[in-house]
């Protein structure tokens, strides 16, 4: 059997922190056990150049954007050993809050993109990013990343409201639309409740880690689902 789009499982979380080597290990053993053929991962926190490696037997193909200075931000994007990409080119952030990456797989060509926003001023930070993305972009795009902010806070969030601006809201969803990005999990279920992250400064649970796709490749999506915390205060979306 061949080796065709319909095949790849994508996983997207924000990790918060891997620098100890007990959580990359786990981490790593629940990407195998739930079969994640690309990872997106953020908040990585690891530190320039020198950083610890995630590859290993399972997941042999790593890519990076590590803050310069201190353990913070950092992104990531993995490839398991069974997905034969091939790279092409990719693209970082110095302060390592987005990765783009492009290749093919199978003779088809892909562009991912894992991002994290930051806690204020999220939608220029999106806008301007997915502007250079758009530049970089080549053949299937899979944007992936913790937003920091409820993107339907009526649906989204477990009291209904946002401490993000109505403003700010629109402008990131104006940003994903000039992409013709749709997100994949609220596509799956339109009508349904459920959460990626608590808040203990606000009391509140909401969904804030997002894996996006084309609209034009939605027939190729087949579902998607939350996962449950365990290593990081977010949950997994796949």
């Not at 908040?43 to 399972?58: C, I, S, V």
């Not at 009526?154 to 809201?169: A, E």
């Not at 959460?195 to 087949?222: A, G, N, W």
């Amino acid at each position: 059997m061949g080796f065709s789009p319909a095949l790849l499982t994508y996983w997207s979380n924000n990790t918060r922190g891997l620098n100890q080597p007990e959580k990359r290990s786990h981490l790593l053993r629940r990407l195998w056990a739930e079969r994640v053929s690309v990872a997106f991962l953020q908040e990585t926190h690891f530190r320039g150049p020198d950083a610890p490696k995630l590859e290993n037997k399972r997941f042999s193909l790593a890519y990076y954007a590590n803050h310069p200075d201190a353990k913070r931000a950092g992104v990531a994007i993995l490839f398991a050993h069974t997905v034969p990409f091939k790279h092409i080119a990719s693209h970082t952030d110095p302060g390592g809050r987005y990765l783009f990456v492009k290749g093919t797989i199978a003779d088809h060509t892909y562009t991912f993109a894992s991002i994290y926003c930051p806690n204020r001023g999220q939608h220029t930070f999106l806008s301007r990013t997915l502007t250079k993305l758009n530049k970089f972009r080549e053949g299937l795009l899979m944007v992936a990343g913790d937003l920091n902010m409820p993107l339907d806070p009526h649906l989204d969030t477990s009291h209904g409201t946002s401490t993000i601006s109505p403003h700010c809201v629109r402008s990131a969803t104006k940003a994903l639309n000039r992409l013709g990005l749709v997100d994949c999990w609220r596509t799956a279920h339109p009508d349904d409740r459920d959460y990626t992250h608590f808040s203990h400064v606000h009391h509140r649970y909401s969904r804030i880690d997002y894996i996006f796709m084309p609209q034009e490749y939605l027939p190729l999506l087949h579902d998607a689902h939350i996962g449950l915390m365990t290593h990081s205060d977010h949950a997994p979306v796949k």
